[in-house]
């Protein structure tokens, strides 16, 4: 896979990368990245020499189509490890898990803190419970990574990748011996959660923004429903004031009418009294005080 999708990908996007000796040459580690496009996957193995693997969504390896089975595909071919989020709890536990035993093997697990894909390139806060979970369930180092302009060249809806060179900065890994055994406490976690997360920040230098990411999807969704409604009822309010207007004017028009006809009468009616009026005046005398 990295011969048939790496290589090509370095060729025509050419991506930078600061701070490829950070990622140690064998071992176990955790590379945790902001989240900014679906390519995110595939560049960031792409420049690495060794396999990483990351949990992707249920979703990539089911997804029907050519698109669903060339994404199965390519997951599949660089051992990604399918979740089911629908699960709540048990999901997150399979994750866990999952992240666990990658790492007992010595191998490099890849992981997205804020749960999903920044909707406006902005980055999120990240859930304690994967990351950090897994950190010091391992004992693994943490090594922050940013990914840069990936969203300019696939954004999301995009089938067709815009060419042009992203960025990939790989920060200096981050030891969090210091709270081994202690991966329970949700204050430990969301501490080790965002001590990554600021890491990730200087790297990429995107605005914060202390929420999640699924709830900001939420509120996109939702402002852009409110917006879709408030437009459709301005069309119905905007045709309905075009209706009234328009049966004003009918009405008016008939009013117009009538009255125009109303005034025809009358001037037709005076026209045939004066017409009246002038032929008694041109009789005789005599017969007019007869008929008079």
Avoid at 181 to 204: P, Q, W
């Amino acid at each position: 896979m990295k011969v048939a999708i790496g290589g090509p990908l370095r060729v025509a996007f050419r991506p930078w990368v600061e701070g490829l000796e950070n990622i140690p040459a064998e071992g176990a580690a955790i590379l945790a990245s902001n989240h900014l496009s679906f390519s995110d996957s595939f560049f960031l193995p792409a420049v690495l020499d060794r396999k990483v693997t990351f949990i992707a969504k249920a979703e990539y390896f089911t997804t029907p189509g050519v698109k669903g089975r060339l994404t199965a595909a390519f997951f599949k071919g660089v051992g990604q490890l399918p979740v089911d989020r629908s699960g709540g709890r048990g999901a997150g536990e399979a994750a866990v898990r999952s992240g666990i035993e990658v790492l007992e093997r010595g191998e490099l697990f890849g992981i997205y803190p804020e749960g999903t894909r920044s909707p406006d390139g902005r980055l999120y806060r990240g859930k304690p419970g994967g990351l950090a979970r897994v950190a010091l369930a391992s004992g693994a180092p943490v090594i922050p990574v940013a990914m840069i302009d990936t969203e300019k060249i696939q954004p999301p809806g995009k089938v067709l990748p815009k060419i042009m060179r992203p960025g990939i900065r790989i920060g200096e890994p981050l030891d969090f011996s210091r709270y081994q055994g202690m991966e329970h406490d949700r204050f430990v976690l969301r501490a080790v959660t965002d001590e990554v997360m600021y890491e990730i920040m200087k790297l990429s230098g995107q605005e914060y923004v202390d929420m999640y990411a699924t709830a900001a999807k939420r509120q996109i969704a939702e402002a852009a429903k409110a917006e879709k409604e408030a437009e459709k009822a301005a069309k119905a309010a905007l045709a309905q004031a075009e209706k009234d207007q328009a049966e004003k004017d009918r009405a008016k028009n008939d009013a117009e009418q009538r009255a125009e006809e109303q005034r025809a009468a009358e001037q037709r009616a005076e026209k045939q009294r004066d017409a009246e009026q002038r032929d008694i005046g041109q009789r005789d005398p005599e017969q007019r005080d007869t008929e008079q």
